[in-house]
């Protein structure tokens, strides 16, 4: 795969999926937050560098890819963390089937990505 197409064709995409299922495979731990939003958006402008700089592909791939990773355990472990639903007498937040495979399907793009981002790098 072509790092500048990762993000070029990858992302909007995946905003595709998320505006019509409501997945978040791009964002994980971003779902219902206007953040994602602004997510998609400096996402845009990496690529946009990375066709204007197709050297920088690489790099943009393993740093997008870094943050990306941390949103994905965020998501996973936030809502396992959370301590109110215990405290206030009700069940622990349970991830949904949705979220599970959506932060699976992030977390397998996105380690193939660094790794292929790697390679490009150091030969």
Known sequence: MNLKNYFVVGTPILLG???VTGMALRVPGLEG???RWGYYFLLGAVAGVAVKRPSTAPFLAMGES?????LVLLAILL???DPTPILQGGE???LTGSQLLGS???GAVLIHT???SHRQVVG
Do not use: E, H, M, R
Request: proline share 9%.
């Open 33 to 35: 937050s206007g953040l």
């Open 79 to 81: 809502p396992i963390w």
């Open 17 to 19: 999926v998320d505006l």
């Open 114 to 116: 660094f790794w292929q």
């Open 104 to 106: 699976a399907l992030a």
């Open 92 to 94: 622990p937040a349970i």
């Open 66 to 70: 870094v943050v990306n990773l941390f």
